[in-house]
């Protein structure tokens, strides 16, 4: 009996601790151009075949460093194909993500070897490739934590006109919600973009996965530093375990902190350097543990933290404040810098000189308002039916990136919706073909349109009509057949309209004709069937038929 029951606790204590255990994180990894999934040597981590894209070339790759994925392949996205092209997964639940995208090289030879591009987020730009970004480890890569709210992320590539964007993989990896709080400013509007991450007094390279941390810290990778210089510190290193390492929400592994840069009677002074964009805020996270045997209490080692010389954080004494040796503790702070360097300085008050097992720097980014969705959804109609050609390549959000809005496409802030808008249009001379959708109608806010020139066909929605907003529509010089829609006369604010160049028949809606008398410009050049005479007024030629109402346009 004893042992049935004993038997029966062990079960129920084991479901209580299944039930209560914390689900895998969301993660997503996609290898760029391959037609299979892939499974990648030391950790057999899982690589969807390529998926998502919305144009690109399929090649071989050539990894620009030895922490790029060992994947066989890329995708590449030549100007042919337009200066905009994106990667939409959807079905991504809701949720705190890494996003990390990697650059890759297309292994023939009369290709350029270092494409220099630009990479947006849910429509906000993150990365700016800088020539020189093959040589260096930690920029072969573009990294940041964002919110997605609505089920689906977009990341897009812009060209700069220095090469093709080539994408070796994007990884998608959910973090725990409150990863990386930095106070009142951080949250849903906010991106974090990595900067810099270091792990001192090491020369390996390593990724949290190396280090067998916990997936929902995100599998960072960890570039190592074992010297800010020249005999002006030294390593140390432990083999003890660290407490409070690997505790929510940034769950850090617990190895980051078992290595260590410390300074010398030389070179009392900790400092480290970086080049950054200016007139930026930044992110600041400092990692310690007091793993060097010569301390052992408090007091014994104090130091200040200095910010491009500013003190901000004081009387730094590691023991005091972790609550023991080999125990983690991370400082964060937020700064604004307006110079291209910053410089991170550990100033010894007391004792024994200064000490830091890692840093991270996060350039801090406004995410930007997205287009209304019901309009983004109009345009991508417009788009099919007028089968646009590659080169306009709308993709992504029409407004933003504010660097690279949708070739023909003008743009206003609503600022109590936040919400971008459509207000312009002109597509004149390009080429298009198809026809006018109906849900044209949904650009709601647009003043002017003018697709003239083209070889549209079929009739003109009576949707248009319910735009009220417009002020200028101009469709002529193309195929458009069948009559005017009476609700064109609905269109108040109308100021220039052009049908000309087109195969309209039938009768003038009697309100447009009326919106002459007010200074309206119409060239409409309708066929005659009907007797009628010529008449001028503010410079506009315009028919009138023998009943006395306005029955056409006639342009010579």
Known sequence: MLRFTLLWLLVFFLSLVSSSARPAPFAMRISCGARQNVRTAPTYALWYKDFGYTGGIPANATTPSFITPPLKTLRYFPLSEGPENCYGINRVPKGHYTLRIFFGLIKQPDFDNEPLFEISVEGTLIHSLKSGWTSHDDQVFAEALVFLLDGTVSICFH????????????????????????????GKGVILKTTSRLTCGTSKPRFDEDYSGDHWGGDRYWEPIRTFGQNADEPRSTENSIKQASDAPNFYPEALYQSAVVSTDSQPDLAYTIDVDPNKNYSIWLHFAEIDALVTDAGQRVFDVLLNGDTIFKEIDILKMSGDRYTALVLNTTVAVSGRTLTITLHPKEGHRAIINAIEIFQVIAAESKTSSAEVRALQALKRSLGLPNRFAWNGDPCVPKEHPWSGADCQFDKSGSKWFIDGLDLANQGLKGFLPDDISKLIHLQSLNLSGNTIHGVIPPSLGTITSLELLDLSYNFLNGSIPESLGNLTALRRLNLNGNSLSGRVPGALGGRLLNGASFKLALPSVYPYHFYFLLSVQFVIGKDGRTFFEHSR
């Open 159 to 186: 060209s700069t006109g220095h090469g093709d964007p080539a994408i070796i993989s994007i990884e998608i990896l959910q973090v725990d919600d409150k990863a990386y709080y930095s106070g009142p400013e951080w």
